[in-house]
């Protein structure tokens, strides 16, 4: 036990910026999670470096290797348990989740989804965003259940499309959020500030944002 700390593991596919955000956030003695493991279902996910560089065990994990999703999904759980993980982030993990496996860490698994669920489920969700016309998107991180990017919504973040924004540009806007609201959402959960009420969630304590976001700016 890492001092009463939550044990976290998180799952990733690619570059982990998201991962980086939360190793920042953990490397503060005052923040209520430690990363025990980092798993990838790919060897050359950039984020294994991140997680080497800050002295965090990693495993990798090639799906390509089992014969079923169950089978993936079941040495994914065991490889977790091993290390002692009490609660899962995933971020960029871009691979979908068994039933099996998502009941199992029930309320103790979360996602990142760039875009304001339930708007925009799926992949693809900036250029998605642009080509309905949209004036705010952003992020969302929630606890998952087993239909894709669907579960209780613990924070959100709204971001402007701005005139001339393609894809990649609203990304990386979006993006920026994504590693404020995450380790965020961590520290309320780790800080046992949220709860849960049926399939919503609620802060327990604290005032939240009230000011609205208009885009285009009445001004
Ligand atoms: C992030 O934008 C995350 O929200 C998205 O993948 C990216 C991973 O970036 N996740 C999903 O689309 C899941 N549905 P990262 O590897 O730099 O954190």
């Known amino acids: 036990m890492a001092g009463g700390k939550l044990k976290v593991g998180v799952l990733i596919s690619g570059r982990g910026t998201n991962l980086q955000a939360l190793i920042d956030a953990c490397a503060d003695p005052g923040f209520p999670a430690v990363i025990e493991l980092v798993v990838s279902n790919k060897a050359d996910a950039f984020g294994l470096k991140r997680a080497a560089d800050a002295g965090i065990p990693t495993a990798v994990i090639d799906h390509k290797a089992y014969r079923s999703r169950a089978a993936f999904d079941a040495a994914v759980d065991e490889t977790l348990r091993a290390a002692g993980v009490g609660f899962v982030c995933l971020a960029g993990f871009m691979r979908i989740l068994s039933g099996d496996f998502v009941e199992r ?6 996602n990142i989804h760039p875009s304001l669920l339930p708007a925009f489920k799926g992949l693809d969700t900036h250029q998605r965003a642009i080509d309905a016309g949209v004036t705010i998107t952003g992020c969302t991180v929630h606890f998952v259940r087993p239909a894709m990017d669907d579960g209780p919504i613990i924070v959100q973040a709204a971001v402007p499309v701005l005139p001339g ?32 009420t049926g399939e919503k969630t609620v802060r327990r304590d604290g005032v939240p944002s009230a000011g609205a976001l208009i885009n285009p700016s009445p001004d």
């Open 105 to 110: 860490w029930r309320d103790r698994l979360i």
């Open 165 to 196: 924004d393609d894809a990649d540009r609203l990304a990386a806007r979006i993006l920026e959020s994504e590693h404020a609201i995450y380790p965020l959402a961590l520290r309320l959960i780790a800080e046992g500030r949220v709860r849960m």
